[in-house]
């Protein structure tokens, strides 16, 4: 995360992260659709959706993440912008050219994927 201080909260250095990182974005718009790989608890898709309007898929392995991250959707009234899928990120469930942005914040350090 972007932290500005050693107080800032994980979460702060998070959104801050979040913040920066789309504004390098080009695309980032109502039409564009995003794959949020490994996207946890939906910060960030609720985020983008949010913000920049933008469809996102937020997939991700864990079903416990996977229902609070629909349900956190539905409280801020994103659900019909965002689907979250149960699903593993070193198997993507869709075909190629899906998505116009992939986005993996924290996610990919999980990976088993080339460790032998």
């Known amino acids: 995360g972007i932290y500005r201080s050693p107080e800032d909260s994980i979460a702060g250095g998070s959104q801050?992260?979040?913040?920066?990182?789309?504004?390098?974005?080009?695309?980032?718009?109502?039409?564009?659709?995003?794959?949020?790989?490994?996207s946890g608890y939906g910060g960030?898709?609720?985020?983008?959706?949010g913000t920049h309007g933008c469809r996102v898929t937020g997939l991700s392995i864990s079903e416990v993440e996977n229902?609070?991250?629909?349900?956190m959707n539905e409280a801020k009234g994103l659900q019909d912008l965002i689907d979250v899928v149960d699903g593993n990120f070193e198997d993507i469930p869709f075909p190629d050219n899906s998505f116009d942005i992939v986005w993996s914040q924290d996610a990919m350090l999980h990976s088993g994927a080339g460790i032998r």
């Open 67 to 71: 229902e609070r991250h629909r349900k």
């Open 16 to 38: 801050r992260t979040v913040e920066h990182l789309c504004a390098k974005l080009s695309g980032l718009d109502a039409n564009a659709k995003v794959l949020d790989i490994g």
């Open 44 to 49: 960030t898709a609720r985020h983008l959706a």
